[in-house]
């Protein structure tokens, strides 16, 4: 489930919350005999309209047809921006308990995921899964501790930071380019050149076929972190040509690259599927947050964007699929399409009791076992929504009549904006204060061999 973060910084309060009707929490049955193999990709600033089955300008055959051959999530919140979500996927905890609540973590701050909240891959691995990470960490590195290797995932390959080059894996320090690109061993030098949608799709390949081959019969979570489709607009030429048509040309490269990563998905899903392993996954597609209007990405015909708490910045592209699922679900669920409240934190408890684990040990979550929901189309949480003029500071939208934001209802039912303010309030009376150091020096790659490396 989720209750969003319901301010916004700058004073302004924007409330969006979701009441909880029943409880949420669904108890673990009959645990399945095998336990699926999970495929997690997570897509960066890909926006709202930007995927076939919401909009018609930007073509997503692959996932479209593996949306519409699934459960497509159409009430799904993520965070509005990078580092809170990506922290909330691995942890199942809201930011305002883990001090991230500030925003993206930079490359030179000591700052990261905190240590006492086990990752969702440590979860897995102490259910006896093999665990891999492609792609974009931005939960912290300031210490080797705080590497993915460390937190739960056997191997790791892609980048540390927020905002890579596509082809020259490095992040700028004072405008001056290092590089960020390694695996669980160290740093790689040789893949310049190479872009990363095409890299990353091979490592998660060659994951599975390793997988495939071993005669080690754990199931596995791959957890592929493309770097897909943040800034900087950077694309093979051959993934813009279909888009002639698009005049504008930010938009153009955008889309092409959403082609590079569409085509990416397909060709992970077809050694998944030549592999025999499909029949046995659970896969999942997600954003990170909304799209960013200025680097191409659309939410339309949501309002607002990337960094901001209106429906554009939060309600997420989202959908789940594979053999496991279609397995698990019941045989009525003949739709595609889920409208129940779904949050991003809610797939650690969900996929840690997907594979038969246990919770014990993690500090208070705040997502909720969804896979009833997902699988059966159980209702479990019904939405409803809050918000505000240039000084008007509150709002209530129902989201479900009103998707896009227009109509305010906080006069018209006051109990309602009480009842969720006091909800506010309560999950503020948990939080922690955030924590957000000041750059440090000391980060400065030129003293690490020219590589971002933890430094402490
Ligand atoms: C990088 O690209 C070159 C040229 O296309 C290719 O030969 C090489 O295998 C690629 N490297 C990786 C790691 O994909
Ligand atoms: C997908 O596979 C095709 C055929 O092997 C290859 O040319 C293409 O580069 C791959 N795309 C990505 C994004 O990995
Ligand atoms: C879930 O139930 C709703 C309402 O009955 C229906 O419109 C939708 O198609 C169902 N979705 C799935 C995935 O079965
Ligand atoms: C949970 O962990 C505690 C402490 O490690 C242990 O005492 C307890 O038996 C565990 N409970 C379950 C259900 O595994
Ligand atoms: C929100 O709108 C939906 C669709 O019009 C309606 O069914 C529902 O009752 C509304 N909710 C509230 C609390 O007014
Ligand atoms: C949240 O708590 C902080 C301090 O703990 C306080 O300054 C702030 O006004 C509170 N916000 C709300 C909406 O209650």
Not at 40 to 52: I, P, T
Not at 256 to 275: H, I, P, R, Y
Not at 375 to 395: F, G, I, M
Not at 404 to 428: A, C, R, Y
Request: aromatic share 12%; net charge negative; hydrophobic share 35%.
């Amino acid at each position: 489930m989720g209750v969003f973060t319901a301010l916004r910084s700058g004073g302004l309060v924007l409330a969006v919350a979701c009441f909880l009707l029943t409880s949420a929490v669904t108890h673990a049955k009959t645990r399945s005999t095998s336990q699926p193999n999970i495929v997690f990709v997570l897509a960066d600033d890909y926006g709202y309209n930007d995927v076939g089955y919401h909009g018609d300008q930007i073509r997503t055959p692959v996932l479209d047809s593996l949306a519409k051959s699934g459960v497509i999530l159409e009430n799904y919140y993520v965070q509005p921006v990078c580092t809170p979500t990506r922290s909330q996927l691995l942890s199942g905890r809201y930011q305002i308990h883990t001090g991230l609540q500030h925003g993206v973590i930079s490359n030179s701050q000591p700052n990261g995921l905190p240590l006492d909240c086990p990752t969702i891959a440590d979860k897995l691995k102490e259910s006896g899964y093999s665990t891999h990470m492609a792609g974009k960490w931005h939960v912290g590195f300031y210490k080797e501790d705080y590497l993915p290797h460390r937190r739960g995932f056997d191997t790791f390959y892609g980048y540390l930071g927020g905002k890579d080059d596509y082809y020259d894996h490095t992040q700028d320090y004072w405008f001056w380019p290092y590089l960020d690109w390694r695996d669980e061993k160290g740093p790689i030098f040789d893949e310049k050149g190479n872009y990363s949608a095409q890299l990353l799709t091979n490592r998660a390949i060659n994951i599975i076929k390793s997988h495939s081959r071993s005669s080690n019969s754990k199931p596995f979570f791959l957890y592929l972190a493309y770097q897909s489709v943040h800034g900087p607009l950077q694309v093979p030429d051959r993934y813009t040509k279909q888009y002639d048509s698009i005049r504008n040309r930010i938009r153009r490269i955008y889309a092409g690259m959403v082609s590079a990563m569409d085509e990416g998905v397909g060709n992970l899903t077809q050694v998944l599927k030549d592999t025999g392993l499909w029949d046995n996954t659970v896969f999942i597609f997600s954003t990170d947050n909304g799209g960013a209007n200025m680097a191409g990405g659309n939410n339309y015909p949501l309002r607002g964007q990337k960094t901001e708490l209106w429906e554009g910045g939060v309600r997420g592209v989202g959908f789940v699929t594979g053999g496991a699922l279609d397995k698990h679900r019941a045989p009525k669920a003949s739709g595609t399409v889920n409208k129940e409240l779904i949050h991003v934190s809610d797939w650690f408890p969900t996929l840690v009791r997907l594979s038969g684990g246990s919770l014990n040990g993690t500090k208070g979550l705040d997502g909720f076992d969804q896979w009833d929901t997902i699988s059966h189309n159980k209702t479990v949480l019904s939405c409803e929504e809050v918000k505000e003029d240039p000084l008007k500071n509150l709002w209530l939208f129902n989201i479900t009549a009103d998707p896009t934001e227009h109509t305010d209802l906080s006069e018209e039912k006051p109990d309602v904006v009480v009842s969720m303010l006091k909800m506010i309030k309560s999950f503020n009376d948990t939080a922690v204060p955030p924590r957000f150091p000041s750059d440090d020096p000391m980060a400065n790659p030129s003293l690490h061999g020219d590589v971002w490396s933890p430094w402490q």
